[in-house]
């Protein structure tokens, strides 16, 4: 038996979607994303204590693999040049095209897919203001990461700030490793691909994007292997609570525009009554 809830929601969840809602509800979203990400920076003390305290947990647990991968990369040219491409690149290409081939081609998954997506980036936003932390390419005291995106700068437009533009690292923030939301988005756009494509190149795709990610970060020394792990649960606690969020918020909607109804009807009732009264 379906319930009153369910209903609201799945009419809902049909329901046409709208662009003139949609992408400025998306663009705010990125855009609070952003600032929020830049003002939270952290006491660069905290950051730096915050990411040897991992490495020396990883390293407890023999869980370091950052290592043995950051020299491959950095070592090798043919691998890292791509590899700090990738991330520069596509964090912000990959996640908003699956975004509009969800929109264009499985409008009825869209909606829980976004709010997921729009959740799991805000708990993101909690870790980093919590947990400010260095990556392993900003550590002192010989811990030996190379910085490749440093390393190969004059391959691309970034400079010595992560993935920011030359001249623009100041609009960064250069101490958010934790959690990692770049293998979190990644891993997002793999489950959706592999989820609902028809064809299997774009199921492969689903599959080797967010491990193809994942070994990036690791090798171009921006993110421990645990900040993988904390991006994996990120997206975990936002697909726990997407379906919650959005029956709460189509709820409350469907209830809003039952008070607007019933207003509109009782003044119109008043009006008439009023109009059919005999002039004394």
């Known amino acids: 038996m379906t319930t009153s809830a369910d209903a609201i929601h799945t009419t809902a969840h049909h329901a046409p979607l709208r662009r003139r809602t949609e992408l400025p509800l998306l663009a705010a979203v990125y855009v609070l994303y952003s600032a929020v990400r830049l003002v939270i920076r952290g006491e660069v003390g905290a950051a730096m204590g915050n990411g040897a305290d991992i490495l020396r947990f990883e390293q407890l647990v023999n869980l370091d693999p950052e290592h043995w991968f950051n020299r491959l990369f950095a070592n090798h040219a043919l691998l890292g040049i791509p590899a700090d491409f990738a991330y520069a690149s596509l964090h912000y290409i990959v996640t908003p095209a699956v975004l509009v081939w969800l929109w264009r081609r499985h409008a009825t998954h869209y909606r829980v897919a976004r709010t ?165």
């Open 116 to 280: 997921w997506l729009m959740i799991s980036t805000l708990v993101g936003l909690v870790g980093f203001a919590v947990l400010p932390t260095a990556p392993p390419r900003l550590l002192h005291g010989g811990h030996g990461f190379i910085d490749t995106m440093a390393e190969y700068s004059s391959y691309g437009w970034w400079g010595n700030d992560a993935s920011a533009p030359r001249g623009l690292g100041h609009l960064t923030n250069q101490y958010a490793a934790m959690p990692s939301l770049h293998v979190g988005w990644a891993l997002w756009c793999g489950l959706i691909l592999f989820r609902l494509g028809k064809h299997w190149l774009v199921r492969t795709l689903g599959i080797t994007y967010p491990v193809m990610t994942t070994l990036v970060v690791l090798g171009t020394a921006n993110h421990y292997l645990m900040d993988t792990v904390a991006g994996v649960m990120v997206m975990g606690m936002g697909f726990t609570l997407a379906k919650p969020v959005l029956r709460t918020v189509d709820t409350l909607s469907v209830r809003g525009r039952t008070g607007e109804r019933t207003t509109s009807m009782s003044v119109r009732a008043m009006e008439t009554a009023a109009a059919g009264k005999p002039r004394p």
